[in-house]
Each structure stands twice: as C-alpha cells, then as structure tokens.
C-alpha cells in the first residue's frame, strides 16, 4: 500500500526542511560547475599556444628545405604535459566530487527520515550525474519538490544548484566557441604564412 501525500501524517510544526547533506549535495553541484570553468579557463591558454605553434611547424614543414626542427615539437609536447597532468587532476576531483554528491543525497534522505519524513525522493536519483551534467540536477530537484509537499519550504539548495549549473554552462558554452573561433583564427594564420 502506498502512502498519498494528502494521508501523510503532519509533520510537526517547526521541523526543518533541509539538512546539511542536501546542502552539501547542492554545493557538490556548485563546485563541479566551477571546475568545468576553471578546466576551460585552464585548458583554452594551452590549447591557443598550441595551435599557433602547429600553424608554425607546418608552415616551416612546407617552406624549409629540411622540414621542421625537431626542438620544435618536443617543446610543443613539453607544453601539453602538463595541461594533460592538470585534466587528469581535474577530472580525479570531478570523480571525487560526484561521489561526495552521492553520499550527501544517501545522508540527506537518511537524515529527512529521522526528521520524520514519511516520503523522501530516493537517493539512488542521484546517479544521473554518471550520463549527464544535468543529471546531478535530478536529486536536488526530486527532493525539493517531495520536501516542499509535506513541510512548505525546501526550495533553496534546488535553485541553487540549478543557477550553478546554468552559470556553468553558459560560461563553458561561451568559452568553447570563443576558443573555437581562437583556433580558427590560428589556422587562418597558418595559412597566411604557408602562401
């Protein structure tokens, strides 16, 4: 037998609607759409000097008589080490942050059970954010709308979670084709010097 929300016994008055762990969920989602911001930031410098240094090399490939300077690609490669050590750092916090996201929302519905709350938007939710972005949105925003039914609060991590999301994605967003444009401009270049 299932419990409808209108059966549902009150919650006693003044229980509260959030719990750390929703918070920290709702911050885990936070801090992963800064990292995506702080990965394209880190990422786009390199990417930029990376590609007018290709424009180089095939420019002096096809112009010089004895091809390109060897020294030229192991420093290309020297300067992609340590962009490819930082994505691997990144995406081990990203990990690490996903799983704190998991715990949290384990904790809350825990947490909302010994508050008193008959029904809890399953934690499990919460592994969405494996296949998409996106996905770490479904927890916060399962729960908030399952919280606000019984107890008339609960509104606040699901916003907030939701405004970092769509701030991190308009910045990324923003950012990619900034740099795609970048890299288009470095071909461009290339194709300057090689006529």
Same mark, same amino acid.
């Given at each position: 037998?299932?419990?409808?929300?209108?059966?549902?016994?009150?919650?006693?008055?003044?229980?509260?609607?959030?719990?750390?762990?929703?918070? !920290?969920?709702?911050?885990?989602?936070?801090?992963?759409?800064?990292?995506? !911001?702080?990965?394209?930031?880190?990422?786009?410098?390199?990417? #930029?000097?990376?590609?007018?240094?290709?424009?180089?090399?095939?420019?002096?490939?096809?112009?010089?008589?004895?091809?390109?300077?060897?020294?030229?690609?192991?420093?290309?490669?020297?300067?992609?080490?340590?962009?490819?050590?930082?994505?691997? #750092?990144?995406?081990?916090?990203?990990?690490?942050?996903?799983?704190?996201?998991?715990?949290?929302a384990y904790r809350d519905h825990?947490?909302?059970?010994?508050?008193?709350?008959?029904?809890?938007?399953?934690?499990?939710?919460?592994?969405?954010?494996?296949?998409?972005? $996106?996905?770490?949105?479904?927890?916060?925003?399962?729960?908030?709308?399952?919280?606000?039914?019984?107890?008339?609060?609960?509104?606040?991590?699901?916003?907030?979670? !939701?405004?970092?999301?769509?701030?991190? #994605?308009?910045?990324?967003?923003?950012?990619?084709?900034?740099? $795609? $444009?970048?890299?288009?401009?470095?071909?461009?270049?290339?194709?300057?010097?090689?006529?």
């Open positions: 037998m299932t419990v409808s929300y209108a059966s549902a016994p009150a919650l006693p008055p003044g229980t509260p609607a959030h719990t750390r762990w929703g918070w !920290i969920n709702a911050y885990g989602v936070v801090a992963i759409a800064v990292l995506s !911001i702080v990965q394209l930031w880190a990422m786009s410098d390199v990417m #930029l000097k990376y590609f007018r240094e290709m424009a180089f090399l095939i420019a002096t490939a096809r112009t010089a008589p004895g091809g390109y300077p060897s020294s030229i690609a192991t420093g290309m490669f020297a300067e992609m080490m340590p962009m490819t050590i930082a994505f691997t #750092l990144i995406g081990l916090v990203s990990w690490a942050l996903f799983a704190l996201c998991v715990v949290a825990r947490d909302l059970g010994r508050l008193g709350y008959p029904r809890r938007f399953h934690w499990a939710w919460s592994f969405f954010g494996l296949f998409t972005p $996106f996905g770490l949105l479904v927890y916060p925003i399962g729960r908030a709308v399952v919280v606000h039914r019984q107890s008339g609060a609960g509104w606040a991590p699901m916003w907030l979670a !939701i405004a970092a999301t769509t701030v991190g #994605l308009l910045v990324t967003l923003g950012g990619a084709v900034w740099l $795609f $444009f970048s890299m288009f401009d470095a071909i461009a270049s290339m194709r300057a010097m090689v006529a």
